[in-house]
């Protein structure tokens, strides 16, 4: 950092496994991508190519070059890997992560209907080359899984070999562990922190509102994602308490006293 200040919290170094941070990219340029990262490479863990955007991205290989080079986990977004399972392609789409050298995958069902032991079969065969994120939730709104299948499933693809879990928000963060109008599913969270360690979860929370909830309830170093890449440090801002909306989250309560008081 550029200076000193008391009472901010720790952040373990990269690589790391709490406190991740995780980018999606929904298309960015070769300039771009480079522009983000002398800003944000040490801020950020973790890159999704957002949906089915690797299909059409100009200089690909090159992008996730970049985004390795400066020591992030890169990963084709779940929907590509639906678009692949629902043509019956799984062999195709292992051999895209080879072609794109991806030492990362994800697995999801957000949009087409799987039978959970047969997700967790695709986790178990991909954990074997590749650190697997699986995604647990529906893309569609209205759609509501009980908290102990989300529990149950979760775990399950822990098992399977997922590295961590993905809670699904969606890039408008309005279905899956939020209602409509962007609000956490508080009952739903809970439960699920009750019976699935923190740590192995991330959180998807595009939403600034969101992303103060959480680190109000789980920290600093609560894993978030679907982080716009103009948006990766203000959310760093708000884990250190540097940001009006968590200011007061690492004060001492003498300090805290004196502010009022004055």
């Known amino acids: 950092m550029n200076y ?34 002398s800003a944000n490479s040490e801020l950020t863990d973790v890159v999704k190519l957002g949906f089915g955007t ?9 992008k996730i070059k970049l985004y390795k080079e400066a020591g992030m986990k890169v990963y084709l977004g779940g929907t590509l890997f639906e678009a692949f399972i629902v043509r019956n392609m799984f062999e195709d789409y292992i051999r895209v992560l080879d072609k794109l ?3 990362c995958a994800e697995v999801s069902d957000g949009s087409i209907v799987m ?5 967790c079969e695709y ?9 697997v994120f699986s995604e647990v939730g529906s893309k569609e709104a209205g759609i509501i899984i009980h908290p102990a299948k989300w529990v149950s499933m979760m775990n399950a693809e822990l098992s399977a070999g997922s590295w961590k879990v993905i809670a699904e928000a969606r890039e408008s ?43 109000k309830l789980l920290g600093a170093n609560v894993n978030l994602g679907n982080i716009s890449y103009d948006d990766v440090i203000p ?3 708000l884990r250190l308490g540097l940001r009006g909306d968590t ?9 805290k006293q004196k502010i009022k008081v004055e």
């Open 4 to 37: 000193i200040l008391p009472y901010i919290p720790e952040r373990p170094a990269k690589p790391r496994n709490s406190g991740i941070t995780m980018m999606m990219d929904k298309g960015l340029s070769i300039r771009q991508v480079e522009d983000f990262l």
């Open 54 to 62: 690797s299909y059409m991205t100009n200089n690909i290989e090159q």
């Open 101 to 103: 050298k991806l030492e």
């Open 115 to 119: 039978p959970h032991d047969k997700k």
């Open 123 to 131: 986790i178990h065969a991909l954990s074997k080359n590749h650190t």
């Open 173 to 215: 963060g309005n279905v899956g562990i939020y209602r409509a109008n962007g609000n956490a599913h508080t009952i739903l969270i809970n439960k699920i922190l009750a019976k699935v360690k923190r740590e192995d979860i991330l959180w998807e929370a595009p939403q600034k509102a969101q992303q103060v909830w959480f680190i």
């Open 235 to 237: 959310l760093e801002t």
């Open 247 to 255: 200011f007061f989250s690492y004060l001492p309560a003498e300090l």
